[in-house]
């Protein structure tokens, strides 16, 4: 049962993916940046058979293994290190932006308001830009998430992102759930957090 649900979870948020691919605005050069080869993440599906005598059932859900990111470094804009392993006991919005992009800009009141959240963090990560043009825009803007450096793209290309704004969901335990690749609107951040919720309270 686990299985089946759990296919149908990630049926919904595939819908997001291939949203927001058709709104993200790919043809204009100016809402996108490419960075480092992109290194894919797939979601493993179930391979298990559904019994006929009970529909709707699953023989077993041992194949399931969660995938768990190891911890990185993150460099803030006073230059100082930290990890994505600071940040555990939450759920987590790696977000991947620059000022530049127009996307990134409407998205982050949304990104700031959810930011309250006790249960959530979101870590902004700036692509390909100094700390002074991030540092400004921050300031002017007033947003209080957590933001970070990634002036060569190199993180952003350890994950596969080819273009910007996109938002991976990790779980509190830095379990990787989903990448968001396009703009988040407090709808569909919704949407998506209450799927990922639901996965997490199958589990237990």
Known sequence: MK??????????????????????GTSNNEEQVLVNPPVEVEVEQPTENVSEEEPGTSVTDDTYEP???DDFKLLTLDGEETSLYAY??????????????GYCVQEMPVLDAFNERD????LAISVGEDEDTVREYIEENGYSFE??????GELGGTFGVTGLPTTLFL???FEYFYSYPGMLTEESL?????????IRSERN
Request: proline letters at 2%; one cysteine or more; a negative charge.
């Open 67 to 69: 995938m768990i990111l």
């Open 190 to 198: 919704t949407e998506i957090l209450s799927v990922i919720e639901g």
């Open 3 to 24: 299985n089946l649900i759990r296919t149908l979870i990630y049926s919904t948020i595939i819908t997001f993916v291939l949203f927001a691919a058709s709104a993200c």
């Open 88 to 101: 555990e006991g939450k759920t987590i919005l790696l977000n991947f932006w620059a000022t530049w992009c």
């Open 119 to 122: 249960d959530l963090v979101v």
């Open 171 to 173: 779980g509190p335990d």
């Open 147 to 152: 933001v970070f450096l990634d002036e060569s």
